[in-house]
């Protein structure tokens, strides 16, 4: 895993409602070494040796050996593009999704007065984690042209793996069936209809929202950060400079980084345990003294 230290080598045997890391701290968990390529299979590979991944239910390996042959060929795929590697939606952007994710899973949110919906079964997590490697799989840099069409891009293309995998047709409909909602939710332009669920008297959410919130949350965390979300924000600039100049114009701007900021929210237990929400307002902050 390219990262300075090890910032995934947690203690979950203390007892505390948090790990307590500083912003700093979780900055550090997404500098990689400089001049290494990402090796998004490698990366996967080694991230399955750690918890919370080492520790799941995961009968005949079932769950590690189809993430793997994800993995493998997500980074296949983006290898082959070359130059034409989107500048942000390419293997880097994969690696910090599911590096969110871990950070996520690895708060004890156990003691906690919460819905019983936000309690995850190790099926649950494994889905969760196909979902995090094959979330943009196949995206070119462009932008949807209608309601989650890169997503729905990427579903095809997980599909098309999982076929290859020889799993029962039974079992391949079940584990899309799972991660389908999931990734449809990453689209940006569905954010308030999920988030709305978890604040609306009206509304119920169920244990799919849940899991579709906190895969979410994934894709949005490093870009909420202070200073590699800025970074971040360049690099999204960059991969829309031909496709939407105005677009890319916007999100490289101060005002346009502070209505994304603005924009989204997190609203998992886990999230919540890890102080995202106030490193969103502190992220906010710093624009508005640049």
């Known amino acids: 895993m390219h990262f300075f230290g090890d910032p995934l080598k947690i203690d979950r045997s203390a007892n505390k409602p948090t790990l307590g890391f500083s912003l700093p701290e979780i900055e550090s968990f997404f500098c990689r ?32 050996t189809i993430c793997l042959e994800l993995a493998q060929e997500v980074q296949n795929h983006n290898k082959s593009m070359g130059l034409s590697e989107p500048a942000y939606h390419n293997r880097s952007h ?15 949110v156990s003691s906690q007065n919460i819905s019983s919906d936000w309690y995850f079964q190790s099926d649950d997590l494994w889905t969760l984690l196909l979902c995090a490697i094959g979330h943009d799989f196949g995206h070119d840099g462009s932008i949807n042209k209608s309601p989650q069409e890169l997503e729905k891009r990427s579903l095809e293309k997980i599909n098309e793996v999982l076929k290859a995998c020889n799993l029962s047709s039974r079992k391949l409909q079940d584990v899309m ?34 899991m579709c919130m906190l895969m979410v949350e994934s894709d949005l965390l490093a870009s909420a ?20 100049p105005k677009a890319a114009d916007l999100v490289a701007s101060n005002d346009g980084r502070t209505g994304f900021l603005n924009y989204i929210r997190f609203i998992s237990p886990h999230s919540n345990m890890l102080g995202m929400e106030e490193i969103r307002r502190e992220s906010i902050k710093q624009l508005q003294k640049k």
Do not use: H
Request: net charge neutral; hydrophobic share 40%; proline share 7%.
């Open 177 to 210: 069936r799972r991660m389908e909602p999931i990734i449809l939710a990453t689209d940006p332009a569905f954010f308030n209809t999920l988030a709305n669920k978890f604040s609306s008297n009206l509304l119920k959410f169920n244990k799919t929202d849940c």
């Open 33 to 64: 070494s400089p001049g290494i390529d990402t090796d998004f299979f490698t990366f996967i590979t080694d991230l399955l040796n750690r918890p919370p991944w080492n520790e799941l239910i995961d009968p005949s390996a079932f769950y590690r």
């Open 94 to 108: 994969f690696q910090d999704v599911c590096m969110s994710l871990t950070l996520l899973l690895s708060q004890n």
């Open 225 to 244: 950060l202070p200073n590699y979300g800025y970074t971040l924000s360049g690099l999204l600039a960059k991969e829309w400079k031909k496709s939407n």
